[in-house]
């Protein structure tokens, strides 16, 4: 992160305190969290209140290190000789998740890229041309949102399968749900969706469109629920299924629930199918490490100082929910599962004794939250059938073991960093998924059986590739996401 395109990015997002560090104390995330998608970035995606009792807040100046008044207090951060901030640790009170939802400034709101037309993919000389056009549309988009909201250097800007290959990608989906429906539950039961974190909505216009085109007696039984935490999405998802007269056409069948599907309460004995597309990489996930010695884990908390710098911190004492991901993880995978240091115990110890060696090893990331995912689809969608896709390895990740990559972008260029202790609300912070071990996962708490394969392979089953090849034969839909996989159930 010493670039000088980094350096001027972080010296002017920290050219003013963050607005939660003036006038208090910093609060303690109780554990590294990580998070993303339509509301930009939260380093503290998920907090629990573990009977901690709230402390007020007793005003401390910030120290300005030295620094000249009309300098920023950004500063390259390093782990040679880090300041000792354990006083600090034992003293800063918890952050609980009620008073975590209280907070409006952060994190800030990415917008979601919109190619308009869709691709003419059949006319395109190869992928060349394809990602030449792909960089017109998105100059063309930026400049729109430039004259409609003036300039913003810092704005986050990202893209989906869904919106790049519309409206094939939808319909890919749309016949693989059509054909499993009529081999399954029809005609005793409805079509019924389930869709979470649906972004502008494109994906389930797509749908409902092929439907009602393609199989009028399905689409008169089918009903389609967007489950969004986002208000802001909410409302425009609304108002594309309004935009249109054909879209309109569409508004009796569709229903928008604005609430996280980790609030869920209400029980759905139905079958039905469950969308969760490109959702996994910004759910939340706790930062491990292990003592090489004796294999504990160890659980990472961040510090967040009155400077709003962040320094990490792992105590031996899990939280009950990081304990059950161990435990569930090992059972349903007989542990056999990646582990960020050597299995070898000789190994182990030679390790320790080599010049400079840390005392704990690289950090892994376990995903807790999918582990909450599927509790809640094991109890109140008992009849649910996933289909989900993500990335299944990221380059440019940090550090560590399915560690996320973490970027932003400055300028209309992309900037990755080299650590998830960034200023919330600027960066995007996706975690690769493990199917292997995701699969796993689910099986062992819904009981239920799956299917994993490539993102390529979904598609050459299900969509119409001629309408995605170009002419000298490369197809987009099936090359572009090549380290995507999809989770089934069957």
């Not at 994190?107 to 395109?124: H, N």
């Not at 910004?282 to 510090?303: A, C, M």
């Not at 996320?404 to 690769?432: A, S």
């Amino acid at each position: 992160m010493d670039s000088p395109i980094v350096s001027q990015l972080f010296r002017q997002l920290f050219r003013h305190r963050p607005h939660g560090c003036q006038g208090q104390l910093p609060r303690l995330g109780n554990a590294l969290r990580a998070g993303g998608g339509v509301g930009g970035v939260e380093l503290y995606n998920r907090r629990r209140n573990h009977g901690h009792q709230t402390r007020s807040y007793v005003a401390r100046p910030s120290r300005d290190r030295g620094m000249k008044t009309n300098e920023s207090r950004w500063q390259q951060r390093t782990h040679i000789l880090p300041e000792d901030r354990t006083a600090e640790f034992a003293e800063y009170p918890y952050i609980t998740l009620p008073e975590l939802k209280q907070r409006t400034e952060r994190p800030r709101k990415a917008v979601i890229f919109s190619p308009g037309e869709p691709f003419d993919f059949t006319s395109m000389r190869d992928e060349i041309e394809f990602q030449s056009v792909l960089g017109e549309r998105y100059t063309e988009f930026e400049d729109l949102l430039d004259d409609s909201e003036g300039d913003n250097p810092t704005r986050q800007l990202w893209h989906t399968p869904t919106e790049l290959f519309r409206p094939y990608y939808g319909e890919a989906i749309a016949r693989y749900l059509v054909s499993n429906y009529r081999l399954t539950t029809y005609p005793y039961h409805d079509l019924l969706l389930y869709e979470m974190g649906a972004g502008r909505g494109t994906l389930m216009l797509n749908i409902l469109d092929y439907i009602r085109e393609v199989d009028p007696q399905v689409y008169a039984r089918t009903k389609y629920n967007i489950i969004e935490i986002s208000s802001s999405l909410a409302a425009l998802q609304n108002h594309h299924l309004l935009s249109s007269a054909a879209s309109r056409g569409h508004a009796d069948k569709v229903e928008i629930i604005n609430r996280s599907i980790f609030d869920w309460d209400q029980y759905v004995p139905s079958p039905c199918f469950f969308l969760a597309m490109e959702v996994f990489d910004n759910f939340s996930h706790d930062g491990i490490r292990y003592d090489v010695t004796t294999e504990e884990p160890l659980q990472g908390h961040v510090l967040v100082d009155g400077d709003g710098d962040f320094y990490e911190f792992y105590v031996r004492e899990l939280d009950p929910i990081a304990a059950r991901f161990f435990r569930v993880r090992h059972a349903a995978t007989g542990g056999n599962y990646p582990k960020p240091y050597p299995s070898n115990a000789m190994l182990r110890y030679l390790s320790t004794k080599m010049p400079f060696a840390a005392n704990l090893s690289d950090p892994e990331f376990i995903p807790t939250r999918l582990m909450q995912f599927f509790d809640v689809l094991e109890k109140y969608f008992p009849g649910h059938r996933l289909v989900t896709s993500d990335f299944d390895w990221l380059p440019q990740a940090v550090k560590g073991l399915n560690a996320p990559v973490v970027q932003t972008r400055y300028h209309r260029r992309m900037v990755p960093v080299t650590t998830p202790l960034v200023h919330q609300g600027y960066f995007d912070i996706l975690f690769p998924t493990d199917f292997r071990i995701t699969e796993a996962l689910y099986r062992a708490i819904t009981g239920k059986l799956t299917r994993v394969m490539s993102h390529g392979d979904f598609m050459a089953k299900w969509a119409y590739v001629e309408d995605t090849e170009t002419r000298s034969g490369e197809n987009p839909l099936i090359s572009h996401y090549s380290n995507a996989s999809v989770l089934v159930t069957v």
